[in-house]
T-cell receptor
Framework: QKEVEQDPGPLSVPEGAIVSLNCTYS??????FMWYRQYSRKGPELLMY????GNKEDGRFTAQVDKSSKYISLFIRDSQPSDSATYLC???????????FGTGTRLKVLA | KAGVTQTPRYLIKTRGQQVTLSCSPI?????VSWYQQTPGQGLQFLFE???????NKGNFPGRFSGRQFSNSRSEMNVSTLELGDSALYLC??????????????FGQGTRLTVV
């Protein structure tokens, strides 16, 4: 079993839809959680970072962490065609200095 | 504020050769991590450096090595290249790399093709 599971998609939604992207993990030692967006042939771009259970909002993006269920989510409101990209979750345990990445979910927002 | 700079952006090498990739982190960031990204395996951790010391290493053969200089710039080296080493190599920098201030910012990557 992989440490981090993420549905690879592709996920296609109409413009304006609410998108829900998810990762599950097995190691309760993970304490830091990030979401990245990666466009084709580019490096990953940091979207959200959190280190506690609960919600964190930034514009159209909301990151949700449920440590008891080992489940993290990224919600995108009012999705735009420019949101079409691969979304990666990344998790780190304290003192390990390395992130474990999900495989990424390909999202396509249709105009 | 300048981002993470990786050079070169593209490389084509022959099997058996060696290659050195460079990464300049964001000013003030002292932690540099390296990741290999392939379609089949996704992003896999290679190693992390902080203040010229390697603090963690991923499950890669000894052909993969790295170092960090006093100005926090980092290099990674791959010796005796194999076809399977073809990948996008990504460098990420953060202030400390662990605990707080651990958000990591990535460069554009170096795309290595081994033929």
């Amino acid at each position: 079993q992989k440490e981090v599971e993420q549905d690879p998609g592709p996920l296609s939604v109409p413009e304006g839809a609410i998108v829900s992207l998810n990762c599950t993990y097995s190691n309760s030692a993970f304490q830091y959680f990030m979401w990245y967006r990666q466009y084709s042939r580019k490096g990953p771009e940091l979207l959200m970072y959190t280190y506690s259970s609960g919600n964190k909002e930034d514009g159209r993006f909301t990151a949700q962490v449920d440590k008891s269920s080992k489940y993290i989510s990224l919600f995108i409101r009012d999705s735009q065609p420019s949101d079409s990209a691969t979304y990666l979750c990344a998790l780190m345990g304290s003192g390990t200095y390395k992130y474990i990445f999900g495989t990424g979910t390909r999202l396509k927002v249709l105009a | 504020k300048a981002g993470v700079t990786q050079t070169p952006r593209y490389l084509i090498k022959t099997r058996g050769q060696q290659v050195t990739l460079s990464c300049s982190p964001i000013s003030g960031h002292r932690s540099v991590s390296w990741y290999q990204q392939t379609p089949g395996q996704g992003l896999q951790f290679l190693f992390e450096y902080f203040s010229e010391t390697q603090r963690n290493k991923g499950n890669f053969p000894g052909r993969f090595s790295g170092r960090q200089f006093s100005n926090s710039r980092s290099e990674m080296n791959v010796s005796t290249l194999e076809l399977g080493d073809s990948a996008l190599y990504l460098c990420a920098s953060s202030r400390t790399g662990g605990a707080m201030n651990t958000e990591a910012f990535f460069g554009q990557g170096t795309r290595l093709t081994v033929v």
